[in-house]
């Protein structure tokens, strides 16, 4: 038989060969270890945050209001029942003015308003944007409550520090991370001053500024996403895709993201959440826009509690 002669490599060659190997699995290693420690933290954040005693699922009760003048109190029949601890069945009366409220104590009652006792509070929304939140709070016993817009209308929205919905939160459900669904997409700004008309979950319509379209790919596949301004310069999307109602909330999903550089910016669906109204009812959330719609199951990020 024909010999083959052995083909002479030397050891030092061979030692760099083998540290050129192992310097790209090291590498690779770093990077996803890197990433999916970033990913737990940011995680565990979220969670601590939707556990904050003033966080979303703190939300009690939303009461949309008329003029006119209600009775308020933890009392069933009352026209704007508060819910929480310490509070009493009938803490007094609230006339309605469009934007404004003034709260009535019943005698003998006092409640906090903005961190002092008082018998009679005035409360109130500033501007006239669709969407706005009143800076004034009233707080008695575990139960905080204040004035908000939502498309155009004003409601008192309730809080407690004590609701079973956040002493009872078992953190976020979610998918296993996964890489997959980590892309880069290119941004076009929108053409300034450019709104769309965007629907809640109460079937009301509000219009808010787009920042512009992202587009990326998944899977070998082009998509495109629609925007809008968050803050500190980063976007917010309201997406669906092929899990949604199927293993995620029906009225899709929230993503943030970093600042847009250079006209790129990374989008990683394993940090998608999970809209307030997934887990309570009393929210008032955005749904995603036709064109946001993904024709593809994005199995990351949080899914149906």
Same mark, same amino acid.
């Given at each position: ?162 609701? &079973? ?63 809008? &301004? ?45 809209? &307030? ?10 749904? &995603? ?17």
């Amino acid at each position: 038989p024909m010999m083959i002669a052995p083909i002479a490599i030397q050891p030092g060659f061979l030692l760099l060969l083998i540290l050129a190997s192992l310097s790209v699995g090291v590498k690779n290693s770093v990077a996803d270890e890197d990433w999916l420690a970033e990913l737990r933290t940011w995680q565990q954040e979220r969670d601590q945050k939707l556990r904050s005693p003033d966080g979303w699922l703190a939300v009690s009760g939303l009461h949309y209001l008329e003029d006119g003048t209600f009775s308020l109190g933890a009392d069933p029949a009352s026209d704007i029942r508060l819910p929480g601890q310490g509070v009493p069945p009938a803490v007094g009366r609230l006339t309605v003015t469009g934007s404004r409220a003034v709260l009535k104590c019943a005698d003998g009652v006092q409640v906090q308003f903005n961190g002092k006792p008082v018998a009679q509070a005035t409360l109130s929304i500033q501007g006239d944007a669709a969407e706005a939140n009143g800076d004034d709070l009233v707080t008695i016993g575990s139960a905080t409550l204040f004035m908000i817009r939502r498309a155009g209308m004003p409601a008192i929205r309730m809080k407690d520090t004590e609701n &079973p919905l956040l002493k009872n939160f078992p953190g976020e459900q979610r998918y296993p991370p996964n890489r997959q669904f980590v892309t880069t997409a290119s941004f076009t700004p929108a053409v300034p001053g450019l709104l769309q008309t965007t629907i809640n979950v109460r079937g009301d319509a509000f219009q808010e500024p787009v920042a512009g379209t992202l587009s990326f790919q998944l899977g070998g596949r082009q998509f495109k996403l629609t925007a809008v &301004p968050d803050q500190d310069g980063r976007l917010f999307i309201v997406f669906r895709d092929l899990t949604t109602g199927q293993g995620t909330y029906g009225g899709g999903r929230f993503l943030s993201t970093e600042p847009v550089r250079d006209g790129q910016v990374v989008l990683d669906f394993n940090r998608a959440v999970n809209p &307030p109204c997934a887990w309570n009812r009393w929210t008032t959330c955005p749904l &995603p826009a036709k064109e946001n719609a993904l024709p593809l199951k994005i199995e990351a990020g949080a899914k149906l509690p």
